[in-house]
Structures are given as structure tokens and as C-alpha cells.
């Protein structure tokens, strides 16, 4: 039983909660509002706490010769490590909180029960600081539920009042669906509160020897991690190649054989399920088509993803006085194409703030603009623009929610315009596409247009369930009525990975004869998840 929290405390509590958050990893990444097979807030927090273990692990000196507290300097370490890490809302609000955290305690010379609660209440107005418009019944409502469970213990106990706080946001995460219909109707309880709930457990374990009991909901089906941190390349080899794989045993050792030939930097990880598991694959090759057949030969390879390591963003010297520069975030080898032909600097799907940092200086630009394409990423694009002005780079970021409105907004750059003309400009295109994706759903869920069954085609306006079908060709042409019915005079069409020939050739005889003085123009986008995305101008 530790009646205080000190730096070595600080780098178990930090072991024990990654630990913990991948224990509960594929839990979370399920517990999504809409039923899409998206869901990756597990995923975000395993890998941003995981910056933030790295960063302690790298730095053993716990007692600084001046300044902040031992157990101060860890706490920041574990911040700034977070923050660099950061992906998804989900890892920035979270970055912030252990921020808030550790400026409350860093003087403070000896953390018990009264320094804990004060630093959960200086967490809790980090991370509402964080977030544009703070949201109830999301993790924002659960560490501030675990702030003011710590406060009314009233006692200056350590391992009572983080017991109160884990308790508190126990009660409070049981309460957002309450709070947020989207949960309500989903089933499910806000994931970003959930992985928070299990920071606090572990921190409560690492108090008292004793594991927490919480009020989290029951456990759903797991889906591993389809993400994992990127390595700047290989020498030898040009691509990298990931994607998850549902095999058997006997079939996976068949494949490590394999590509052990064509490559390195082979992992191969299962879940753990026998005889027939999903397994994330993990290779450097030259032949991309080889590694791919070898997992088609295995079993059923899914969300593949290729990055060719001689496109990815090199670190520079620093930015020149006048240069402007455009940075996106693309999930798909044809869009990220399509941006690149723009001369923007593409960034791979889900990054963290230190890969968007990387990016913004690499392009050696003192303007940048970013374009994010993703609400979760929308964060972590703001957060990587906070840094980059430490470096003496200004970026603005302009909240694209799909890859359509990037490349509305990238049609109508001008670099005549002063940056923050063209920034609003930018902005302004943007905001005039509505965008539209289509995919199947993954589970039984309860949304706005009605009930869907695993396997329905759903049509998403602007993030919102409008329409459920059970043939993906007519439910794309009725969302395209749908959005052509409130006027537009272009329409965009990604076809997905997944996309099954013809698609896109059949929305557009369907405009054409519906709305014959409506322009269409297809491109293959090669995005996971959704066969199709649409955009409307």
C-alpha cells in the first residue's frame, strides 16, 4: 500500500495501464456508436500510451538536479511522450489530461489524497480546453466524474481517494448512454471513457497491490489492432506491407516461411484464438503481389495496407521564409494519388501528432495547411499545429471531415493569396461539399434511419445514418438522390478497396439520367471500410 505517488509509482502506473489498455484493446475498439467496422479508440489509446512509455523508458534520470519534482519530471516525460503519440480524439484528450496532471503536481513536493484530487480537477479543465465544443457522455464527462469522486472523499488518503476517483468514473461512463443518444441507441457505453476507467483501475492496482472494482460494462467480441507504429524503412526493402489475416496455425506457419523469404522485418501476431485465429501481418518486401497472394493463400487477408517507404516524409533542416505547402491525411493508395498529383505531402491514415509534425517540417514550408479528412484526426492535426509553431512553422488546419472535401479544397488553393486568404478560401470549399460514405454494417445496431442487421449497406450523410438498403449499387445511387435533391452541380465518387467492378460506372448512368446536367467525376480511392465515398459540390 503506497501512501504516495512517486516517480517510480509514475512508470508502473504507466506499465500497468498500457498493459491494461491492450488487455482491453479489441473491447473498446468495438464499442463504436455506429455500426461500421471502424472502430479504433482502443487502438488509439494502446498506441498513445505507448509513446508515452517510450518516452520514460528513454529518460531513467527520476531525480533532476533542478526544477520540476522526480516524480513531476516523470509525469511530464508521460505527457509529452502522449502528446507526440497522440491519435484519434480519443489520444489527445487523454495527452491533455496527464498534461494537466503533471502541471499540478509537479512542485508539489509529496502527492497524497488532497494533491491526487487537485490534479484530476487541473485534468479535467486540460482536456475541456482541448476539445472545440466539449461533448457530455464522452470521456470529458468521465474524468470529471473521476475529479469530483476524488474531491468528496475529503481525505488526504492516496489509495482512498484514487479508489473514490476510479469508482466515480465507473458510475459516470455507466451513465453516457443516458447522455448521448447515439450510445443509447448503439448499445454501448463512450469508448473514450472506457479506456479512462481502466487508466484508473491500474492506477489503483499500483496504490494497493489490490485490482480496482469498477462498474465497467461487459466485455464484447474482440477485433485486434490493424495499426501499428511505422518504421522510417529499409534499405533493402522498398514497401511495407500490413494487413490482418484470418488463418489457421498450421496455415500461418506455412506464410512466415514465405515471407521470410521475400522480406524482413517479418511479425506475425495472433489473437490468441485457436485453431482458427486473426492474425496481424507485418512485412518489408520488394514484391508487394507476392506478400498478398501468400496471405490470400493462408487464409482471408483484410484491411491491407502498402506504404512505399521512398514517399514517406523525411525530416529537414528547417522551414524556408516564403514556401507554402499543403498536408492531408489519406487512407487509400488511389486518393492518396489524387493528393499527391495535387503536390500536397501525404500523411498514412491515422497518424500520430509527432508523424504530422514530421510531415509539416518536412516539407520545409513556414505556411502549412493541413487537412485532416477525419474528425478523430481533426485533433491530433490541431495538436501537431501547437508544436509546429515551436519550430517557427505556421499551420492552419481546415477541418475536412472526407477525402472529398480535401480535394474541393485543394482545387481552389491559390498561392497569389495571402496564406490567410487562401486558408479561408480553402476553408469555404470545404464547408460547400457535403460528403456521403456507404459500407456494410458490421453488427445489429439501432440508428436514426431505423434497425440494420450485420451485413446491410448504410449510407452516412455527413457522418448521420440516412439510409439502409440491402443492395449496395441502388443504396449508392439513392444517397446520391438524396444529396443532388438539395442541388449540386458536381459529384465526386472514391471507389474502395472493396468496391466491386462497375460501381462507380453505375452511379454514374444513374446521374446521367436522373440529373443529366450534373457533372461526375470517378476516381478509384482504394479506402478500406467504405466501397464508396461521395462527395457533392
Known amino acids: 500500500m503506497l501512501d504516495t505517488l512517486d516517480a517510480a509509482a509514475v512508470r508502473r502506473w504507466c506499465a500497468s495501464g498500457l498493459a491494461a489498455l491492450k488487455r482491453h484493446q479489441g473491447e473498446i475498439d468495438e464499442l463504436n456508436v455506429y455500426p461500421v467496422p471502424d472502430g479504433d479508440t482502443g487502438t488509439n489509446l494502446v498506441l498513445t500510451l505507448t509513446s508515452a512509455q517510450q518516452a520514460l523508458s528513454m529518460d531513467l534520470d527520476t531525480l533532476p538536479d533542478s526544477g520540476p519534482t522526480a516524480h513531476g519530471h516523470a509525469l511530464r516525460l508521460m505527457a509529452q511522450g502522449a502528446l507526440l503519440g497522440a491519435r484519434g480524439n480519443s489520444g489527445v484528450i487523454l495527452s491533455q489530461i496527464l498534461r494537466g496532471f503533471a502541471d499540478a503536481v509537479v512542485a508539489v513536493p509529496v502527492v497524497r489524497g488532497q494533491a491526487l484530487a487537485v490534479a484530476l480537477r487541473a485534468a479535467t479543465a486540460a ?105 522510417t524503412g529499409s534499405e533493402e526493402y522498398a514497401y511495407e506491407v500490413q494487413f490482418l489475416l484470418d488463418a489457421h496455425a498450421d496455415a500461418v506457419a506455412v506464410l512466415r516461411r514465405t515471407l521470410e523469404a521475400l522480406g524482413d522485418s517479418l511479425v506475425v501476431v495472433g489473437d490468441g484464438r ?33 506504404t512505399r517507404f521512398a514517399d514517406q516524409p523525411k525530416p529537414s533542416a528547417g522551414p524556408t521564409e516564403d514556401g507554402r505547402a499543403a498536408v492531408v491525411v489519406a487512407t487509400g493508395r488511389g486518393i492518396a494519388e489524387l493528393f499527391a498529383a495535387e503536390g500536397a505531402t501525404v500523411v498514412p491514415g491515422n497518424p500520430s501528432t509527432g508523424e504530422l509534425l514530421d510531415a509539416v517540417r518536412s516539407t520545409r514550408a513556414a505556411r502549412v495547411v493541413v487537412l ?43 498561392g497569389t493569396r495571402r496564406f490567410e486568404d487562401d486558408v479561408i478560401a480553402m476553408a469555404e470549399a470545404a464547408g460547400a461539399c457535403r460528403y456521403a460514405e456507404v459500407c456494410h454494417a458490421s453488427r ?94
Open 444 to 537: 445489429e445496431a439501432l440508428t436514426v434511419a431505423g434497425p440494420c442487421r450485420p451485413g446491410d449497406v448504410l449510407a452516412l450523410v455527413e457522418g448521420e445514418v440516412h439510409l439502409i438498403g440491402t443492395d449496395l449499387t441502388d443504396t449508392c445511387a439513392a444517397v446520391v438522390d438524396r444529396m443532388l435533391g438539395g442541388g449540386g452541380e458536381l459529384v465526386t465518387l472514391l471507389a474502395g478497396v472493396d468496391a466491386p467492378a462497375g460501381l462507380t460506372d453505375a452511379v454514374r448512368a444513374h446521374v446521367a439520367r436522373r440529373w443529366p446536367f450534373v457533372e461526375v467525376q470517378a476516381y478509384p480511392g482504394g479506402q478500406p471500410f467504405y466501397p464508396l465515398l461521395v462527395g457533392v459540390e
Open 372 to 414: 485532416p479528412n477525419d474528425p478523430n484526426t481533426e485533433a491530433v492535426a490541431s495538436a501537431a499545429a501547437r508544436e509546429a509553431h515551436r519550430h517557427g512553422i505556421k499551420v492552419s488546419v481546415v477541418p475536412t471531415r472526407s477525402p472529398v472535401q480535401a480535394l474541393a479544397a485543394l482545387a481552389v488553393r491559390d
Open 274 to 306: 485457436e485453431p482458427g485465429s486473426t492474425w496481424n501481418v507485418h512485412v518489408h518486401v520488394n514484391d508487394v503481389g507476392a506478400a498478398v497472394e501468400a496471405g490470400v493463400a493462408a487464409g482471408r487477408p483484410y484491411r491491407i495496407s502498402v
Open 127 to 231: 482536456a475541456y480546453t482541448a476539445v472545440g465544443r466539449p461533448v457530455e457522455g464522452t470521456l470529458l464527462t468521465v474524468v470529471a466524474a473521476a475529479a469530483t469522486g476524488a474531491e468528496q472523499v475529503g481525505s488526504d488518503d492516496l489509495p482512498a481517494v484514487a479508489r473514490g476517483a476510479a469508482r466515480a468514473a465507473a458510475e459516470a461512463l455507466a451513465r453516457t448512454p443516458e447522455q448521448l443518444p447515439a450510445l443509447a441507441r448503439a448499445g454501448v457505453v463512450d469508448a473514450g471513457g472506457r479506456g479512462l476507467c481502466v487508466l484508473l483501475d491500474a492506477l489503483v492496482e499500483v496504490l494497493t497491490g489490490e485490482g480496482a472494482t469498477g462498474l465497467a460494462p461487459p466485455p464484447r467480441t474482440a477485433r485486434p489492432a490493424a495499426t501499428v507504429a511505422r518504421e
